[in-house]
């Protein structure tokens, strides 16, 4: 079955600095992927899909400069928190989709980001 | 943001015991789907139900769906303690291929 690496699946960083997340689909190509946040007992929020090769889609009031997404391969998506606040303090999820959709959207196993 | 609502936001049984959780939302989808998350981990695909599907199984689960109603309900029959995990649903639409998730129901099975 279709897999997707998240990674790293924790860290902790200081406020102010810049905080890079991994998606990458391991044996298909994912034409999309979708970043969701899940904040403590919630549910997932989309922040942004991207195509490989185009900018990303960002949803309303998610800040495209505070959260930069670049999908510049067909496996790898990157996620950098930049600037970090302790606000964005949350579990970021990474999803994935192939073309035609043959294997459904393939999640990530999440990254838990804590800001200091 | 959410398309919907699901109920109830927490649930505790017994082993053996089913669990029901219901899942509305509000616009025309193309499918509904079910998801389970461990708590820290990410999302396990469980099963899907497209829009002219009015039932579906998958070993312990049923899943129906009321398009009239804009409603969905999941079944774990026989529940087990590893069931424990919070349930899901997610809606796609017509229009895009994005999945827009309802709030989730917390299931915790007792041993």
């Known amino acids: 079955g279709a897999v997707v690496s998240q990674h790293p699946s924790r860290v902790i960083c200081k406020s102010g600095t810049s905080v890079k997340i991994e998606c990458r689909s391991l044996?298909?190509?994912?034409?999309?992927m979708f970043w969701y946040r899940q904040f403590p007992k919630q549910s997932l929020m989309l922040m942004a899909t991207?195509?490989?090769?185009?900018?990303?889609?960002?949803e309303q009031g998610v800040e495209k400069d505070k959260f930069l997404i670049n999908h510049a391969s067909l496996t790898l998506s990157t996620l950098t928190v930049t600037s970090a606040h302790p606000e964005d303090s949350s579990f970021y999820i990474c999803?994935?989709?192939?073309?035609?959709?043959?294997?459904?959207?393939?999640f990530g196993s999440g990254t838990r980001l804590t800001v200091v | 943001s959410q398309q919907g609502e699901e109920d109830p936001q927490a649930l505790s049984i017994q082993e053996g015991e089913n669990a029901t959780m219901n899942c509305s939302y509000k616009?025309?989808?193309?499918?509904l789907q079910w998801y389970r998350q461990n708590s820290g981990r990410g999302l396990v695909h469980l099963i899907l139900?497209?829009?002219?599907?009015r039932e579906k199984h998958s070993g312990r689960l049923r899943v129906t769906l009321d398009t009239s109603k804009k409603s969905s309900s999941l079944l774990i029959t026989a529940s087990r303690a590893a069931d424990t995990a919070s349930y899901f649903c997610?809606?796609?639409?017509?229009?895009?291929?994005?999945?827009?998730f309802g709030g989730g129901t917390r299931l915790m099975v007792k041993p």
């Open positions: 999803s994935a989709r192939d073309y035609q959709g043959y294997y459904g959207y393939t």
């Open positions: 044996d298909f190509q994912a034409t999309t």
């Open positions: 991207s195509n490989e090769g185009s900018k990303a889609t960002y």
């Open positions: 616009t025309s989808i193309n499918n």
């Open positions: 139900i497209r829009s002219n599907e």
């Open positions: 997610a809606t796609r639409n017509n229009a895009g291929n994005m999945l827009t």
